[in-house]
């Protein structure tokens, strides 16, 4: 097997799991560059040493994909995607973000909780509170309602404030997965 095909197959290995379109595309695309060095009269060797390492490439490209996906439709799926993705380009960094990542995830994931919980907790005291039945509550209806209404509203916002501090974070790694991109690929010039 010879050079540009191994390089291809690697490639094409490396990009599995991504939409044929977009493993076809860059297919193409370096198709493309070895078509163009062989008409300037290099070798397929040479070539494939110049485009560097196929599995680097296809972890470039899954990463940028995952990062447009996330950009065009915010979803839970997209957003794993991107993580997926610029975890993988920034694999040795892994022992100094995933700690990070770790320790913000897990507080962000208790206080979700706890709001989740304070806002069921509030929302099934409402119907006791408007017959005035709340159990150890000395207080009238209305106070009853106050307090029940005020943590279900309390906890929601415990949690709305849970969901829009987890999509900065994930949109602060996708920041840093790009400059951590961008560095790879102006310390490896292919």
């Not at 060797?45 to 599995?55: F, K, N």
């Not at 119907?127 to 209305?142: K, S, T, Y």
Request: aromatic share 6%; hydrophobic share 50%.
């Amino acid at each position: 097997m010879n050079s540009r095909q191994m390089f291809l197959d690697q490639l094409r290995a490396g990009l599995k799991g991504l939409p044929r379109s977009v493993v076809e595309d860059i297919l193409a695309e370096y198709t493309a560059h070895f078509d163009e060095g062989r008409a300037a009269g290099r070798s397929d060797g040479e070539i494939a040493a110049a485009l560097g390492d196929p599995g680097r490439l296809a972890r470039e490209v899954r990463a940028e994909t995952g990062v447009r996906r996330w950009e065009d439709e915010r979803s839970l799926s997209n957003a794993l995607g991107a993580i997926v993705g610029i975890l993988g380009l920034a694999a040795l960094d892994l022992l100094v973000v995933l700690p990070v990542l770790m320790t913000v995830g897990s507080v962000d994931l208790a206080f979700f909780i706890a709001g989740a919980c304070i806002c069921l907790a509030g929302s099934l005291m409402l119907p006791f509170a408007l017959i005035n039945m709340l159990p150890g509550f000395d207080g009238d209806w209305l106070q009853g309602l106050l307090i029940s209404l005020g943590m279900a509203s309390g906890g929601a916002s415990i949690v709305a404030v849970c969901a829009l501090f987890t999509i900065g974070t994930l949109n602060l790694l996708i920041r840093y997965g790009r400059a951590h991109y961008r560095l790879i690929a102006k310390a490896n010039p292919s």
